[in-house]
């Protein structure tokens, strides 16, 4: 059955079409409103496949606004999907897994602990942190005076972790335990004089990076699955946040991994609950 599963935001959509477990496009449209961008997603979807409204079996709606989102005003068969469950869901989609932790970096960050069983599945939020997208978005604006994220991450391409974060080897002269000397003892704790805007734009990347792995950790940890742990969401690609989450994970004894299509498991997730699995 085709279906399309929709991760609408307040004016940013991620979609899916799949047939099966075969995802057959995937699209993220910008809108002034979610309608707007629901509904250019699902457009754009089907353009891309040379499909028809007629040819979808149903489609899935999550996200933020769904609850009082409706999209009666075309011929649609459509479903909402809880978000956590989708989550959930497209982690082990897109990993391949029958049982992990799904850590999902939005606006902020929400970690869902999810199974594959005989009689179905089992999806658990076990929490989260405000910490994320947003938070980069917001302390950008104000200590680098940068619009947009993509901005921020830019500039961090020329910085130096040294400059700005004071490191183990600051304080112990080295390593300690199993923590190497240039892991974070404080971040932000040796901004001077000298600390330029690209130290300080790769610092807080690396600063949320940390918050979060460190977050996921010990979530994991409760399901004894620190080393099946799946980061999906938009910044888990971007490379820099990718190698600082990942080592930091490593530090604390975890091991995740980042899939493709990472950005739209979320989406992906809605379209599979709409078949049983």
């Known amino acids: 059955m085709l279906v399309a599963g929709l991760d609408i935001g307040g004016s940013v959509t991620k979609g899916v079409l799949m047939d099966g477990d075969s995802i057959l496009a995937h699209s993220e449209v910008q809108a002034s409103d979610s309608i ?8 754009r979807l089907l353009a891309d496949t ?7 079996g149903k489609v899935a709606l999550t996200g933020s606004v769904t609850r009082r989102l409706k999209l ?18 497209g ?10 932790i799904v850590v999902s970096v939005g606006t902020g ?5 999810a199974r594959m069983n005989a009689n179905g599945h089992h999806v658990e939020h076990l929490g989260g942190t405000g910490v994320g997208g947003g938070t980069i978005a917001g302390l950008g604006k104000l200590l680098l005076k940068k619009e947009y994220p993509s901005s921020i991450f ?23 335990g199993r923590i190497p000397a240039e892991a974070t003892a404080s ?51 971007q490379e820099i946040f990718s190698n600082r989450l990942l080592d930091t994970l490593s530090i604390l004894g975890g091991r995740a991994v980042i899939p493709k299509n990472a950005e739209y498991a979320t989406a992906i997730g809605a379209a599979k609950s709409l078949r049983k699995l």
């Open 72 to 89: 009666d005003m075309i011929e649609v068969d459509y479903k909402i999907v809880d978000e956590i469950e989708a989550i959930g869901l």
């Open 36 to 43: 707007t961008s629901a509904l250019g997603c699902l457009g």
């Open 154 to 176: 830019r500039e961090a391409l020329g910085g130096e972790l040294s400059r700005v974060n004071l490191q183990v080897k600051d304080i112990v002269g080295g390593p300690i």
């Open 91 to 100: 982690g082990l989609h897109l990993s391949g897994k029958k049982e992990a």
């Open 50 to 56: 040379s499909m028809k409204i007629r040819d979808l």
């Open 109 to 113: 960050t929400a970690i869902v602990y």
């Open 187 to 237: 971040n932000f704790g040796k901004v001077g004089d000298d600390t330029r805007p690209e130290d300080i734009a790769l610092g807080l990347i690396t600063m949320i990076a940390e918050v979060v792995a460190t977050v996921a950790y010990f979530a994991a940890k409760q399901k004894g699955l620190e080393e099946s742990i799946i980061f999906v969401g938009k910044l888990p690609s």
